[in-house]
């Protein structure tokens, strides 16, 4: 059963967007009812994240993320829409309606519990004779004192152990599929996800386990078998060991590749290690990790593998204004085979000489060169000024120019020219991008959600229109030749109905009870028609609202003909052969 809508309208009434927003974002630059801020969703220097306080919404102009104060917490929190509206309603000081425990919900909690007991009893499995084999690896890595403050456990070998364990305490068959813990075979029959492996339960911040990491103890393949995603997991926004990560004093995340090395740094003390799981890093995970440092130390494996990996997540963390530096490992494979051999403060001397991304980038851009020759000198001095050229400040251009210059043996002069011209092409390339989107306006109106895309830009434009004065003027446009069926976006059309049901009830516009109703990406466009800043001015509306109205029945029309027309030469061609 949905929430009601005057629950959320006074859920929304209670918790001004500005107040919320400005817990997780300072709110410094004021333009008229709008205060801007840096986008807590994408890296960016300049402000262009809005939060309207006359709409109560907010808009991002760089990425696009935009909704209301509800979609904003589900943003910001990984919340689904109803515990959201959960997390408000508690600071709000709101009771939640007690008969609304809809299914979801009750599907979510019965799901979490599930994950602890699996918890339970994969770890009873590991300190259990028959956790030998589990027991024996731990010992050889060295990390007996983690498997409780990790929750690590055992899988044993056998086809339907947990699931017979779990079916014993009363889960049904298809909440353990769901779960991601049991699957079906090609019989009908269940048979267990996660066997003869060490078991890492995966828990979020708020200490709920939301799935498994599974660590083979032999040869075989999958090394790691992770969750599928999951109502109450998503491997790309999850990070391994942040629940135990974000209470280190260490002042920095350590950006580790797999559980045995996140759990090996922990045993040597480094308690600020996390790792992702099952995926390379994603900007939702690089963007959970700047919510709790500002200082992040890659240490990924030495291989070439590892470095290619470090290279892609530098340029993930970049954009969210992190200090990033990257760990090199001499003489061992990984962070754990190097403490093994030199200890742990070996270890944290390499940490305090990690090289800044910068330098760390450089020095891999000689690594395709021979500086021995002249034609290795070029070529690298090329790639080192276009890498310089995109640093945003003047000092690290020079600093770090200055290194290159060196390495490469000519004078600094000469490579900050070359720096200087890389910086002019750059800009040069930008513009043209600029000027061809700018030449091509119809494209600049798409919504960046692809699911979402106009097939006809022309009448979406004026649908678009239409929804903004409607809900500017909902007292001027109650009663509209109009229904959502006119209109050649789906999902305009669900929000024109949405709106218009609403004034007929003689209810404000509100976006909050519109938040249940539409996706995320749906909301955001619906905060971006909102926030137009092309707004036509009361006296003009009317004229505006039956101009956007002739622009859409105009183009119905002439799809119309269109149709008529393919349909018409579809029939001559089947009769009299024609176009074969």
Known sequence: MPFSE????????????????SSYVPLTKRSGVNRFGLCPFHGEKTPSFAVNSERQIYHCFGCGKG???????????????????????????????????????????????????AARYFYGQLIAPSGAPAQEYIRRRGIVNMVKPFGMGYAPEGWQNLTDAMTAKGFTRQELVDAGLARVGKSGGLYDYFRGRLMFPVIDVRGSVIGFSGRILS???PKYLNSPDTLVYSKSRSLFALNLAKKSKCGYILLAEGNIDVVSLHQAGFDSAVASLGTSLTPDQARLISRYTQ?????????????????????????????????????AKDPDEFIQQNGPTAFKNLIERSDSQALYRLEQAAEGFDLTT???RVGYLKAAAKLVASFP????????????????????????????????????????????????????VQPQARQLRFENVRSAVAEEGVLNLLCRFP??????????????????????????????????VSTAALAEQFSPEEMALLAKILQRDDEIPAAAAEKAMGDY????????????????????????????????
């Open 6 to 21: 005057d629950f959320l309208d006074e859920l929304s009434r209670r918790n001004d967007i500005v107040d919320v927003v």
């Open 67 to 117: 909704g209301n104060v509800i979609n904003f917490i589900m943003e910001i929190e990984n919340l689904d829409f109803r515990d959201a509206v959960r997390f408000l309603a508690r600071r709000a000081g709101m009771e939640v309606p007690e008969d609304d425990q809809d299914r979801d919900r009750g599907r979510r909690s019965r799901m979490l519990e599930l994950n602890r007991e």
């Open 219 to 221: 040869d075989g393949e």
């Open 295 to 331: 200082q992040v130390v890659i240490a990924y494996d030495a291989d070439a593998a590892g470095q290619k990996a470090a290279q892609r997540a530098i340029g993930i963390l970049q954009p969210l204004d992190l200090k990033i530096r990257v760990l090199k490992i001499p003489g």
């Open 374 to 376: 002249d034609d290795g």
């Open 393 to 444: 400040g003047s000092v690290e251009r020079e600093i770090y120019g200055i290194r290159a210059a060196e390495k490469a043996g000519v004078s600094k002069e000469a490579f900050l020219a070359e720096v200087a011209r890389a910086r002019r092409q750059a800009a040069a390339a930008a513009k043209k991008k600029l000027d061809r989107e700018s030449s091509s306006p119809l494209r600049a």
């Open 475 to 508: 007292e001027q446009f109650g009663g509209l030749p109009l229904t959502g069926a006119d209109f050649t976006s789906p999902s305009l059309g669900r929000m024109y109905d949405a709106v218009t049901a609403r004034i007929r009830q003689g209810r404000s």
């Open 549 to 580: 109205i002739n622009k859409i029945r105009s183009e119905r029309d002439r799809a119309s003909a269109g149709d008529d027309l393919r349909s018409y030469a579809e029939k001559l061609k089947q009769t009299k052969g024609y176009g074969s």
